[in-house]
């Protein structure tokens, strides 16, 4: 949340609000969740799916480290400014040819 803070002190006059709130924090989660905390998201999805309704109780461990590491990055500024900058690739790529990264990707595996 800092991070997201100093962007917004900064005014980069390259993000729009909905970019610097939303677009990028998503993108943030994505790959925090893929990347970076993948042991314990898989602990977690474990957890849950072994205890069906008593997961809440059950898998409070799990969910507070879950949350902890995901807290952890979505705090640390450079990777704010890493997953800024893929955006930023990622906006400028569309702005160049018209199509979306999934779109590319989809023509990229029909080729």
Request: hydrophobic share 35%.
């Amino acid at each position: 949340m800092a991070a997201i803070q100093e962007a917004k002190e900064n005014k980069d006059s390259r993000l729009r609000h909905v970019e610097i709130d939303v677009l990028i924090p998503k993108r943030m989660r994505e790959k925090a969740k893929a990347e970076k905390c993948a042991d314990e998201v898989k602990a977690f999805s474990e957890c849950c799916a072994s205890s069906s309704f008593a997961m809440v109780v059950k898998c409070r461990e799990q969910n507070a480290a879950l949350r902890a590491c995901l807290t952890k990055w979505y705090k640390d500024k450079d990777f704010f400014n890493q997953c800024k900058e893929e955006y930023l690739a990622d906006r400028d790529e569309f702005n160049r040819t018209g199509k979306s990264k999934k779109q590319r990707k989809l023509e990229g595996t029909l080729a």
